[in-house]
């Protein structure tokens, strides 16, 4: 049972334009949410994260959006550069359940074009 | 460099063959954590430790998986009997607990290759 859903694996977006990745989950106990950024031979980079009690939390470029009656959130990369191109990953854990491990989505590759 | 090492960064081996892999954790952190990864999956959780107790494995983790972190410090994750679907990349990841909020860092990763 994928607990955590990426549904589109792969996305194309012109250099400078917004990238979206999208990500879906069904366990409501999830509290804290995660994207990762991995290329190729490496392990996974930490993006940007949020909590349950917020909707929105913003890095530089990188905007998480959480809507917990839909149960999904999304990743906003803006504007898009060519070294964005990688694989993205969301992650959720269920913190105030004393669950620390985190559950994966299975990935959505970005490529930026230039 | 002070992020997550592991070692070896890959491994083949030949089925029924046992392989260990260590992992070095960022210095401060008392959580640690192992997972494997195959090819167009994520990360899937196998076990973590705090400190040097080990306090969840997964159902993933059958017999021939064992892991240990003897002194709180690193921690090195054995396979018994490889198989061939014991061919994935493992990932250690470590992370500190600050006001109740945690962020993971991973190492690079150990592919294993079983034969």
């Known amino acids: 049972d994928q607990q955590v859903k990426q549904n589109s694996p792969s996305l194309s977006v012109q250099e400078g334009r917004i990238s979206i990745l999208n990500c879906d989950y069904t366990?409501?106990?999830?509290?804290?949410f995660l994207w990762y950024k991995k290329y190729p031979a490496e392990g996974p980079t930490f993006l940007i994260s949020i909590s349950s009690i917020k909707d929105k939390n913003e890095d530089g470029r990188f905007t998480v959006f959480l809507n917990k009656s839909a149960k999904h959130l999304s990743l906003h990369i803006v504007p898009s550069q060519p070294g964005d191109s990688a694989v993205y990953f969301c992650a959720a854990s269920a913190v105030s359940s004393g669950t620390y491990k985190y559950i994966f989505g299975t990935g959505t590759r970005l490529k930026v074009l230039a | 460099d002070t992020g997550v090492s592991q070692n070896p960064r890959h491994k083949i081996t030949k089925r029924g063959q046992n392989v260990t892999f260590r992992c070095d954790p960022i210095?401060?952190?008392?959580?640690l954590y192992w997972y494997r990864q195959t090819l167009g999956q994520g990360p899937e959780f196998l076990t973590y430790?705090?400190?040097?107790?080990?306090?969840?494995k997964s159902r993933l983790l059958s017999d021939r998986f064992s892991a240990e972190r003897p002194k709180g410090s690193f921690s090195t994750l054995e396979i018994q009997r490889t198989e061939q679907g014991d061919s994935a990349m493992y990932l250690c990841a470590s992370s500190l607990v600050v006001a109740g909020k945690e962020t993971q860092y991973f190492g690079p990763g150990t592919r294993l290759l079983v034969l």
């Open positions: 366990n409501s106990m999830f509290d804290y």
């Open positions: 430790f705090q400190n040097e107790a080990q306090l969840e």
């Open positions: 210095s401060e952190h008392n959580r």
